[in-house]
């Protein structure tokens, strides 16, 4: 069966940092993942998307990496800052539906 | 444009009570899900619609039931509460076929804590 598997312990590091969170999967490759941040007491809200022809994907700080043949995502947050802290999610399609899949979150702490 | 709503916000049963739980979106997305978050175990698929009228099956959907009489509204019913059910619901929705940039992109609302004593 498909899987996302994401590391359950907390990523604590240093404002102005870069902070890499990883996502792994199992089976076939999607054809994209997603990755969501989750604030306390919040719903998921959708970062970045990077599709498997992409090799990485920018969005001001952010940068996401999807390697195929490691079957794995890397997220990072570049200059790192108190205000990112939070849970992010992984995710993928479930099949052909329009199901996802997500992980159970890396939760990330900057501390100032 | 409020987005996706959910209600209650919180909530405690006893053991064998009934709720319904409402989520209603205002984007006139044709998909909407029901999950439930435990800590340690991430998201979980409970029911799903793909419209109006219709409704499936996802990863844990025994002990609720869900009801899609208008694509705007999806709700989540517990017939019989169970400890096990005490959980973060959240609502979600998906338009048909999504933006080209981002395909299946789910919208969240903010979550319902239900506590089953």
């Known amino acids: 069966s498909q899987k996302i598997e994401q590391n359950s312990e907390a990523l604590n590091i240093q404002e102005g940092k870069t902070a890499t969170l990883t996502c792994n999967y199992t089976?076939?490759?999607?054809?994209?993942l997603q990755w969501y941040r989750q604030d306390p007491g919040r719903g998921p809200v959708f970062l970045l998307l990077?599709?498997?022809?992409?090799k990485e994907k920018r969005k001001e700080r952010l940068k996401v990496t999807f390697d195929t043949t490691l079957k794995q995502s890397l997220f990072h947050i570049t200059a790192s800052q108190p205000a990112d802290s939070a849970t992010y999610l992984c995710?993928?399609?479930?099949?052909?539906?329009?199901?996802?899949?997500f992980g159970s979150g890396t939760r990330l702490l900057v501390r100032p | 444009n409020a987005g996706v709503t959910q209600t209650p916000k919180f909530r405690v049963l006893k053991t064998g009570q009934s709720m319904t739980l409402l989520c209603a979106q205002d984007?006139?997305?044709?998909?909407m899900y029901w999950y439930r978050q435990d800590p340690g175990m991430g998201l979980r698929l409970i029911h799903y619609?793909?419209?109006?009228?219709?409704?499936a099956k996802g990863e844990v959907p025994d002990g609720y039931n869900v009801s899609r009489l208008k694509k705007q509204n999806f709700l989540l019913g517990l017939e019989s509460a169970a400890p096990s059910q005490t959980s973060v619901y959240f609502c979600?929705?998906?338009?048909?076929?999504?933006?080209?940039?981002?395909?299946?992109?789910?919208?969240f609302g903010p979550g319902t804590r239900l506590t089953v004593l």
């Open positions: 990077i599709r498997e022809n992409e």
């Open positions: 995710a993928r399609r479930m099949d052909s539906s329009y199901k996802l899949i």
């Open positions: 089976n076939y490759s999607p054809a994209y």
């Open positions: 619609s793909v419209g109006e009228g219709t409704t």
């Open positions: 984007m006139n997305h044709e998909y």
């Open positions: 979600a929705s998906t338009p048909v076929g999504g933006r080209e940039e981002q395909p299946d992109t789910q919208y």
